[in-house]
């Protein structure tokens, strides 16, 4: 089992930069490839990107490639989407999710384990 925790969404203006992250419990964070999604009001939840059980590995949905980084501490536990150059459509509540799978899987299908989400509103 895999729990995941949420934090550090917020309110912040175009162009700024936000910092979410997501703190994993048991002993098995090392094993999990870790990804971020996202849901806007109205809107199924789509991919936003992933970063594989070293950490060496990332992949990025076209929407957010080069503004937002993933990075994870295999010791603390805990996987973070930096994201910068903010525009309003990234308004959102944003997911961490885990899966034993290996590579970069970027199916809401392929994740088992999933946070609560956490609120991050992008103002024009």
């Known amino acids: 089992q895999v729990q995941l925790v949420e934090s550090g969404g917020g309110l912040v203006q175009a162009g700024g930069s936000l910092r979410v992250s997501c703190v994993a419990s048991?002993?098995?964070?090392?094993?999990?490839?870790m990804g971020w999604f996202r849901q806007a009001p109205g809107k199924e939840r789509e991919f936003v990107g992933v970063?594989?059980?070293?950490?060496?590995?990332?992949y990025y949905a076209d929407s957010v490639k080069g503004r937002f980084t993933i990075s994870r501490d295999n010791v603390k536990n805990t996987v973070s989407l930096q994201m910068n150059s903010l525009k309003p459509e990234d308004t959102a509540v944003y997911y961490c999710?885990?899966?034993?799978?290996?590579?970069?899987?970027?199916?809401?299908?392929?994740?088992?384990?999933w946070g609560q989400g956490t609120q991050v509103t992008v103002s024009s």
């Open positions: 999710a885990a899966t034993f799978r290996v590579g970069v899987p970027s199916f809401e299908s392929e994740y088992d384990y």
């Open positions: 048991g002993r098995t964070f090392s094993r999990v490839t």
């Open positions: 970063i594989s059980l070293s950490g060496i590995s990332t």
